[in-house]
């Protein structure tokens, strides 16, 4: 074995080891949703929800209210969000965030299951960690995605999604501090696990151990280069951590 070779051993058995350490120090799981359980837009795709909205806003002449980019943004939060920094707590971006979460739902019947999320999720919850989802995402969406996996009663009822507060949503804590207080755990006793540069920030800024869930190279990089210590491609390792602790 060369000395590459075993440098390379070394630093895989240290990852492993740090992995398994951060699963056994969580007692309570915040799960992202849109990412770490499912891919939500899978098959009906952001970028055409995004679009949607736009649309919907320039046909009651507000094409002027978002700037080019947002325009152009491929993101349906980005352009959510935009309206409700010009118009807070107005009706049009209630009647927004409706259409968004229509949308949600509609995506939530085809999303894709994230590879080992179910098992893992059911194995945290059998060895008696408390598990509560902390998205961006709608909790109706939330739910309706949960019911169908029958997985609803793994997190019941700690689901802390999007509310008429919109500038509340994460990278604001928000939503984790909702489930750490009404869970009643320390944020030392927690772990985060998100997808997302949002994420990452909430869960430091609740000073919540993060783990990152990265499904290609370019998210994982991104992930790292903001300060994620921890980022896996895929559960499995976590699954056979939590089932080996």
């Known amino acids: 074995m060369t000395s590459e070779t075993t440098t390379q051993t070394e630093e895989t058995t240290n990852e492993s080891e740090k992995l398994r350490e951060l699963i056994r120090s969580a007692r309570v799981v915040l799960w992202d949703f849109d990412g770490p359980i499912c891919r939500l837009f899978a098959r009906h795709k952001a970028e055409l929800v995004a679009a949607e909205l736009v649309?919907?806003?320039?046909?009651?002449?507000?094409?002027?209210?978002?700037?080019?980019?947002?325009?152009?943004?491929?993101?349906?939060?980005?352009?959510?969000?935009?309206?409700?920094?010009?118009?807070?707590?107005?009706?049009?971006?209630?009647?927004?965030?409706?259409?968004?979460?229509?949308?949600?739902?509609?995506?939530?019947?085809?999303?894709?299951?994230?590879?080992?999320?179910?098992?893992?999720?059911?194995?945290?919850?059998?060895?008696?960690?408390?598990?509560?989802?902390?998205?961006?995402?709608?909790?109706?969406?939330?739910?309706?995605?949960?019911?169908g996996r029958g997985l609803t009663g793994c997190f019941a009822p700690h689901i802390y999604g999007r509310t008429a507060d919109l500038h509340l949503l994460k990278p604001d804590p928000h939503c984790l501090n909702r489930a750490l207080n009404a869970m009643g755990?320390?944020?030392?006793?927690?772990?985060?696990?998100?997808?997302?540069?949002?994420?990452?920030?909430?869960?430091?800024?609740?000073?919540?151990?993060?783990?990152?869930?990265?499904?290609?190279?370019?998210?994982?990089?991104?992930?790292?280069?903001?300060?994620?210590e921890h980022v896996v491609a895929s559960l499995e390792p976590v699954l056979r951590g939590l089932r080996g602790r």
């Not at 755990?185 to 909430?202: E, F, K, Q, Y």
Request: no cysteine; proline share 5%; hydrophobic share 40%.
């Open 185 to 228: 755990a320390a944020p030392g006793a927690a772990l985060m696990i998100g997808d997302s540069l949002s994420d990452l920030d909430a869960a430091d800024r609740a000073g919540v151990p993060f783990l990152g869930y990265a499904r290609n190279e370019e998210k994982g990089k991104l992930l790292r280069e903001a300060g994620a």
């Open 55 to 147: 649309e919907w806003l320039a046909g009651r002449g507000l094409h002027g209210l978002l700037s080019d980019r947002e325009r152009a943004s491929l993101d349906p939060h980005v352009v959510l969000r935009a309206v409700d920094r010009r118009h807070p707590g107005s009706d049009l971006v209630t009647e927004l965030e409706e259409r968004l979460t229509q949308e949600e739902l509609r995506a939530a019947t085809s999303a894709l299951p994230t590879a080992y999320a179910d098992p893992l999720i059911r194995t945290w919850t059998a060895v008696g960690s408390r598990l509560a989802i902390t998205t961006n995402n709608s909790p109706r969406v939330v739910r309706s995605y949960l019911d």
